[in-house]
C-alpha cells in the first residue's frame, strides 16, 4: 500500500460514469483515517489520545488488507505506583496510527508515558511526548498545585493544570467529516486533582475523559472508537479510567466496485458520492 497525497477528481465523476470509465472497478486509491486506542489515565496524569492519521493510499486490484482496531489502556491495575497503560495501534495494511501514552501516577516515580499522543505528568513529573504527525505531548504535573497535567490530543498539547488545584484539560482532537458527518477524533483525557480543586478538568474535545477532584470517583473513560484519553484520578480514593477504543474509516467514489469486507459497517455519504467503510473492531477489506 502505497501512501499518496493524491486526490479523487469529483468534479469528473459525472463525466467518468456518462463515459463509464472508472465504473464497476477497483479503486486506485482510497481515502483513510486511522485513529488509535487512547492512553488509560492514572491515578495522577489523564490519558494521551490515541494517534491520528489521515490520507490516501493507492490500492492493487486483487489485493487484500488487514484492519486491526486498537483497544483503549487500562489504569495500570490502580494504586500510586503504576502508570497508565499506552493504547493499542490501529493499523490498515502497512499505516500504523501509535497507541495514546498513559498516565503518570500520583507517588510521582513515573512520567507520562509517551505514544500517538502523550499521557499528563503529576506533581512533579513530566508528560509524554507525542509521534509526529500524530498527536501532541502531555502536560507536565504542577507542583505548587499538587495536580495533574492533561494528556495530549491529536490538534493541541494537553494542558498544565493552573494553580487553583485543578487538573489540567486534555488537548482537543481533531474533526473529520470522511464518515459523512463532522465528528472529532482523539481528544486527550483530563487530569486528576486533589481535595481543594472546586472545577473538574475537562477532556479534550474528541472523547478525551474528566479527571476527578479530590478522589470523588466521578472522572470518566475515554469515548468508544474515537481514541480518547482516560481521565485521570486522585490518591487512593478514584483510580484513573481506561482510554476509548480506536477506529479506521475508509472511503472512495461510488462509482467503484464494492470490495470484501469483514466487520465493517458500509453507508453511502449523504450526497451519494462516496461509499464509506467503518470498522469499530478488527477485520480486513479486500479489492
Not at 163 to 190: E, F, L, P, Q, R
Not at 226 to 236: C, D, N, P, Q, S
Not at 252 to 273: E, F, L, R, V
Request: proline share 3%; with cysteine; hydrophobic share 25%.
Amino acid at each position: 500500500m502505497t501512501k499518496h497525497s493524491g486526490i479523487f477528481r469529483q468534479s469528473d465523476v459525472g463525466q467518468a460514469i456518462a463515459d463509464n470509465n472508472w465504473v464497476g472497478t477497483v479503486p486506485p486509491n482510497l481515502e483513510y483515517l486511522i485513529v488509535a486506542g487512547g492512553g488509560g489515565g492514572q491515578t495522577g496524569g489523564g490519558g494521551g489520545a490515541g494517534g491520528l492519521l489521515v490520507g490516501h493510499a493507492g490500492i492493487t486490484p486483487g489485493s487484500s488488507y488487514t484492519v486491526t482496531v486498537g483497544g483503549g489502556g487500562s489504569n495500570g491495575g490502580g494504586g500510586q505506583a503504576v502508570q497508565g497503560v499506552t493504547g493499542t495501534s490501529s493499523v490498515f495494511g502497512d499505516i500504523t496510527a501509535t497507541g495514546g501514552g498513559g498516565g503518570a501516577s500520583y507517588n510521582g516515580t513515573t512520567t507520562g508515558l509517551s505514544g500517538g499522543s502523550g499521557g499528563g505528568g503529576y506533581n512533579t513529573s513530566i508528560g509524554g511526548a507525542g509521534t509526529s504527525g500524530e498527536g501532541n505531548a502531555g502536560s507536565d504535573g504542577n507542583s505548587i498545585s499538587t495536580a495533574s497535567g492533561g494528556g495530549g490530543g491529536a490538534g493541541t498539547i494537553g494542558l498544565k493544570p493552573p494553580a487553583a488545584s485543578t487538573g489540567g484539560n486534555g488537548g482537543a482532537g481533531i474533526a473529520s467529516s470522511i464518515n459523512g458527518t463532522v465528528t472529532t477524533y482523539a481528544g486527550g483525557g483530563g487530569g486528576g486533582a486533589n481535595g481543594s480543586a472546586v472545577t473538574r478538568s475537562a477532556g479534550g474535545v474528541g472523547g478525551g475523559g474528566v479527571g476527578c477532584i479530590g478522589g470523588d470517583a466521578l472522572n470518566t473513560v475515554g469515548g468508544a472508537n474515537t481514541g480518547g484519553g482516560g481521565g485521570g484520578g486522585f490518591y487512593v480514593n478514584s483510580d484513573g479510567k481506561s482510554g476509548g477504543s480506536g477506529i479506521v474509516i475508509i472511503r472512495y467514489p461510488s462509482y467503484h466496485s464494492d470490495p470484501i469486507y469483514t466487520t465493517a459497517t458500509k453507508t453511502n455519504s449523504p450526497d451519494a458520492q462516496w461509499k464509506i467503510f467503518t470498522f469499530t473492531s478488527s477485520g480486513s477489506i479486500s479489492f
